[in-house]
């Protein structure tokens, strides 16, 4: 099986800029992480901040992106991934980055990326490869999930996910080990590096800690809505 609007490249970031990335990342001060139950991210570009009037999702943009993360933005920017439907319009530049961090055995719960963003999500993926899993929901009873399949994401790599897939549930189990029947179960066969295949064959993957940067989207507004301004100035 396969879904429409995944565009995936292996390869997409060098052994040299995963290094640089990695020590960026890990370069940081100790307060830009934030730690959840199942892994720790970094927030770069803004504050995504929402109404609840509207129900929408904005960023209010008090920072800018660091150049390090603008090199990936150019490189994303300047790929072909033979559809204009599968990258950035140039008017709407990627401008806000997720880092999260994910030690062997962790994951992240099946879910969307919902209507705050442009349709559009970008990952790579350092340190290590990972399984991002796909879901039909059911829509008359949210709980109650479909698997589609599932995408090998390559140490290095890179993925876009738009349209069709876009709307779909996406998660990453929580496992040290991913076992692949075969590469012919993968979602993104075709695309694999010769390497990944080979790794497939062989059986087993073990997971090491990965970090993914989550390139996206998001509407930027200048208008605060007053209750959020007020949270705001009390967190100052």
Request: with cysteine; hydrophobic share 35%.
């Amino acid at each position: 099986m396969s879904i429409e609007r995944i565009h995936y490249v292996p390869d997409f970031v060098t052994v040299e800029e995963e290094r640089q990335l990695m020590e960026r990342v890990y370069g940081v001060p100790k307060p830009k992480w934030r730690t959840l139950a199942r892994r720790r991210l970094q927030n770069w570009g803004g504050t995504l901040a929402g109404s609840a009037e509207t129900g929408k999702q904005f960023l209010l943009q008090d920072e800018q992106l660091p150049e390090w993360l603008e090199h990936c933005i150019d490189k994303i920017m300047a790929l072909d991934s033979g559809s204009p439907l599968t990258n950035f319009p140039a008017e709407n530049r990627p401008n806000h980055v997720l880092v999260n961090e994910y030690l062997p055995g962790q994951g992240i719960m099946p879910h969307t990326d919902g209507p705050a963003f442009y349709p559009l999500i970008s990952t790579i993926s350092l340190g290590s490869h990972t399984m991002l899993d796909f879901y039909d929901q059911d829509p008359s009873d949210s709980s109650r999930r479909t698997s589609v399949g599932s995408v090998l994401l390559e140490r290095r790599s890179l993925v876009l996910i738009a349209g069709h897939a876009y709307q779909m549930l996406h998660g990453i189990e929580e496992r040290n080990t991913d076992q692949i029947e075969s590469v012919d179960a993968l979602l993104n066969r075709s695309a694999l590096s010769k390497s990944a295949i080979a790794m497939v064959d062989h059986g087993e993957l073990d997971r090491q800690t990965r970090v993914s940067l989550t390139i996206r989207n998001v509407p930027i507004t200048k208008r605060v809505p007053m209750m959020i301004k007020k949270c705001l100035d009390v967190r100052k």
